[in-house]
């Protein structure tokens, strides 16, 4: 069986004045976490796994680099074809018994895809997803969803598509820590890149994204190197720890370690509830996370 292993990471800079607050003041109620979704995005390559990673604008709670996601929205609910798991069979899968909510993930989780990145994750059957969704007419689509001009349903509908949701698979879930000013209680999803697909930025609101091999990320963890690429005030001269949420990192090395998009979908995962805690380590604040560590005999559980 796994055992927790006890994991420090960096606190990251735009959480310092809220974590001094946090023990300066006493702890108190922690602020309302917002509900989100995010996609591991992956494909193989002859160099390893790789998964896309996009800039975030301000102070995401998801990571100033991480996976195309974010907040549920009010639309999410709305009725749209659906194929593969049921909402039910989803409930199960996350470890919750709110229905509605599990279904409001995986739509939010396939809506921030397309909106971030253009990859739909819906098609007319079982057998078949869209392709070609690189064009100027996809980019007002997905421009129109970002902006809430359109909602994903039309989008769909208009088309004739549904939902694929048998293409996701259930990761793990993510929460703020509670002295964080933004918390978002976070799902994260996979999903392996559809033929006749490519990711792009969104027109007018994307920065910087690629994808990234998630062997070298992981090897190259301590240099500045992604940071310095994104060319972003934020990013520029800081390490992956300092531009990743522990989370986003966590599950880099698990795709580091794991043997192509089948090997790490394959993981077996239970639900389980992953929140960094504040914790000072000579002298120094930092996250600790409680994660659960891969033994002999059980590698094929998340660590």
């Known amino acids: 069986m796994p055992h927790l292993a006890r994991r420090l990471f960096a606190l990251p800079q735009d959480l310092e004045g809220a974590?001094?607050?946090?023990?300066?003041?006493?702890?108190?109620?922690?602020?309302?976490?917002?509900?989100?979704?995010?996609?591991?995005?992956?494909?193989?390559?002859?160099?390893?796994?790789?998964?896309?990673?996009?800039?975030?604008?301000?102070?995401?709670?998801?990571?100033?680099?991480?996976?195309?996601?974010?907040?549920?929205?009010?639309?999410?609910?709305?009725?749209?074809?659906?194929?593969?798991?049921?909402?039910?069979?989803?409930?199960?899968?996350?470890?919750?018994?709110?229905?509605?909510?599990?279904?409001?993930?995986?739509?939010?989780?396939?809506?921030?895809?397309?909106?971030?990145?253009?990859?739909?994750?819906?098609?007319?059957?079982m057998s078949n997803t869209v392709e070609a969704t690189s064009t100027s007419e996809w980019m007002r689509a997905r421009v129109a969803v970002a902006d809430q001009e359109k909602t994903l349903a039309q989008v769909l509908g208009k088309r004739g598509l549904s939902l694929r949701t048998d293409l996701l698979k259930?990761?793990?879930?993510?929460?703020?820590?509670?002295?964080?000013?933004?918390?978002?209680?976070?799902?994260?999803?996979?999903?392996?890149?559809?033929?006749?697909?490519?990711?792009?930025l969104l027109e007018g609101k994307g920065v910087w994204g690629r994808w990234v091999n998630a062997a070298q990320v992981i090897q190259e963890r301590d240099t500045t190197s992604l940071g310095d690429e994104a060319g972003q005030e934020n990013t520029v001269g800081r390490t992956l720890g300092e531009l990743l949420v522990p989370g986003s990192e966590i599950m880099l090395e698990k795709m580091a370690a794991a043997n192509g998009c089948i090997a790490y979908l394959s993981y077996k995962r239970k639900p389980h509830v992953y929140q960094p805690s504040l914790v000072e380590e000579d002298g120094k604040l930092m996250l600790e996370v409680e994660a659960a560590k891969t033994v002999a005999g059980d590698h094929q559980r998340e660590r």
């Open 19 to 125: 974590a001094q607050s946090w023990l300066e003041h006493g702890e108190r109620t922690p602020r309302a976490a917002r509900y989100a979704s995010s996609v591991v995005l992956l494909r193989d390559s002859p160099t390893g796994l790789e998964t896309w990673l996009g800039y975030r604008p301000g102070s995401s709670p998801l990571g100033v680099l991480a996976f195309p996601g974010g907040s549920l929205d009010p639309a999410d609910d709305e009725a749209m074809g659906w194929l593969g798991p049921s909402p039910h069979h989803w409930a199960e899968q996350m470890g919750t018994d709110d229905v509605g909510l599990a279904r409001r993930h995986v739509v939010g989780a396939i809506r921030e895809l397309f909106e971030e990145t253009g990859v739909l994750l819906a098609g007319p059957d």
């Open 170 to 200: 259930s990761l793990v879930n993510w929460r703020s820590p509670d002295f964080a000013h933004r918390r978002f209680d976070t799902r994260y999803f996979a999903a392996t890149l559809p033929l006749g697909q490519e990711p792009s």
